[in-house]
């Protein structure tokens, strides 16, 4: 009956040999953190497209400033940050520090939008409502993660977004 027990330790000795010890230390067993990012692209309007949605002939707005903000089950502001466009209007927005508790409405594509908060061109700085922009754009859940090896990302898409010029000379009429 002995010999029995000795044959059925003789695999867990053979692993614990085999397996570096630093393979079983809790900081390696511990699951590396996924982020939450929203991105998206903010534009200027053309006055062809002036009081719609359509984004034909729009330019890409390179440091307007744009804000995430989030709320809690109870419709608090639990999570809010701007973040800024870059040389082609996209903007990639880790919302560093935002927590979602357990509650299925907390959830980022619940809980975030995003808004417009401002643009660098005197010639274009008046919001719309393009894709919410002025309400707040609801978040997509496209599928989309970045994975390396020491991070991960789930990427959420809004809009895309657009301020429009202040003055636009009316269309004549033939």
């Given at each position: 009956?002995?010999?029995?027990?000795f044959?059925?330790?003789?695999?867990?000795?053979?692993?614990?040999?085999?397996?570096?010890?630093?393979?079983?230390?809790?900081?390696?067993?511990?699951?590396?953190?996924?982020?939450v990012?929203?991105?998206?692209?903010?534009?200027?309007?053309?006055?062809?497209?002036?009081?719609t949605?359509?984004?034909?002939?729009?330019?890409?707005?390179?440091?307007?400033?744009?804000g995430v903000?989030?709320?809690?089950?109870?419709?608090?502001v639990?999570?809010?940050?701007?973040f800024?466009?870059?040389?082609?209007?996209?903007?990639?927005?880790?919302?560093?520090?935002?927590?979602s508790?357990?509650s299925?409405?907390?959830?980022?594509?619940?809980?975030?939008?995003?808004?417009?908060?401002?643009?660098p061109?005197?010639?274009?700085?008046l919001?719309t409502?393009?894709?919410?922009?002025?309400?707040?754009?609801?978040?997509?859940?496209?599928n989309?993660?970045?994975?390396?090896?020491?991070y991960?990302?789930?990427?959420y898409?809004?809009?895309?977004?657009?301020?429009?010029?202040?003055?636009?000379v009316?269309?004549?009429?033939?």
């Amino acid at each position: 009956m002995a010999g029995i027990h000795f044959l059925a330790a003789i695999p867990l000795l053979i692993l614990s040999s085999v397996l570096p010890s630093a393979a079983l230390e809790p900081a390696l067993l511990q699951p590396k953190p996924i982020e939450v990012v929203v991105e998206g692209t903010v534009f200027c309007q053309s006055c062809n497209d002036y009081g719609t949605w359509n984004l034909n002939k729009a330019k890409p707005i390179e440091s307007a400033i744009v804000g995430v903000i989030c709320k809690d089950h109870r419709n608090r502001v639990s999570f809010y940050k701007t973040f800024t466009t870059g040389k082609y209007g996209y903007f990639y927005a880790v919302l560093r520090g935002f927590r979602s508790s357990q509650s299925f409405l907390d959830h980022p594509l619940h809980a975030c939008k995003v808004r417009l908060v401002s643009s660098p061109l005197s010639s274009c700085n008046l919001l719309t409502n393009v894709n919410y922009g002025l309400y707040g754009a609801p978040l997509r859940y496209e599928n989309k993660r970045l994975v390396r090896s020491n991070y991960e990302a789930v990427i959420y898409a809004a809009g895309p977004l657009a301020f429009r010029p202040a003055k636009c000379v009316p269309k004549a009429e033939p």
